[in-house]
């Protein structure tokens, strides 16, 4: 079975502050993908990013930046200089391959409040 | 806009009925997800169609149930409601069945059981 856990329920920063969201995964297959969503007030989810088990490269996308490490089963998210539009829970996803199904999994998702 | 079209946005009714909430997939997706959001559970896979195929199962009650047609667009059906399945329901589609395919989601819809 598949877990992920973010460990963060809240966070709260100034603007133009740089904050990191934790994501640590459980899986036993040797072949899996990370994801990435945002969920801003309105409510939908948007995708925000995939990563494959065997890229350990580190992603970035303008202010947005993500760091994989298979060593410590984690896949962290961080905003550099933090605005106001990017408060919005981050939910870390995780799907495996193999089978037919390709559900994710969700962690229980970071609540991130930017303030000016 | 993902691409993803759930109706309605909002569904509000009382314990014991029936309601249906409608999914149109992004164009050239043959893969359809239903999601439940709520507070207790967070987001919890339901099931997986792919072209008009169930493809797995997760934690959906035998209350609920799904189909997708041959147009490529899906129904979830919820039956006797009960006060616990107040959540939003989210729809996701994909190209296909493989697992590194993001899958892209609507904008939900609000199931309110009063």
């Known amino acids: 079975a598949q877990k992920v856990t973010q460990a963060q329920t809240e966070i709260s920063v100034v603007e133009k502050e740089d904050v990191t969201l934790d994501c640590v995964y459980e899986t036993r297959d040797t072949t899996y993908y990370l994801f990435w969503y945002k969920q801003p007030p309105s409510g939908e989810l948007v995708f925000l990013i995939r990563r494959n088990s065997f890229d350990e490269q580190n992603e970035i996308s303008g202010r947005y930046s993500w760091n994989f490490q298979k060593s410590t089963s984690s896949f962290n998210f961080t905003i550099t200089a933090s605005q106001v539009v990017d408060s919005a829970v981050y939910f870390c996803?995780?799907?495996?391959?193999?089978?037919?199904?390709?559900?994710?999994?969700f962690g229980t998702g970071t609540r991130l409040q930017v303030t000016l | 806009d993902s691409g993803v079209t759930q109706t309605p946005k909002h569904l509000i009714t009382a314990t014991g009925q029936r309601v249906t909430l409608r999914c149109s997939p992004r164009s050239g997706d043959l893969s359809v997800y239903w999601y439940q959001q709520s507070l207790d559970q967070g987001l919890q896979f339901l099931i997986q169609?792919?072209?008009?195929?169930?493809?797995a199962k997760g934690n959906i009650l035998e209350r609920f149930s799904a189909q997708q047609f041959p147009d490529l667009h899906s129904e979830l059906n919820l039956s006797s409601l009960e006060l616990g399945d107040s959540a939003l329901y989210f729809c996701?589609?994909?190209?296909?069945?493989?697992?590194?395919?993001?899958?892209?989601f609507g904008d939900g819809t609000r199931l309110s059981i009063l």
């Open positions: 169609y792919y072209n008009g195929e169930e493809r």
């Open positions: 996803a995780l799907s495996v391959a193999g089978g037919t199904a390709s559900k994710l999994t």
């Open positions: 996701a589609s994909s190209l296909g069945t493989v697992s590194n395919q993001p899958q892209h």
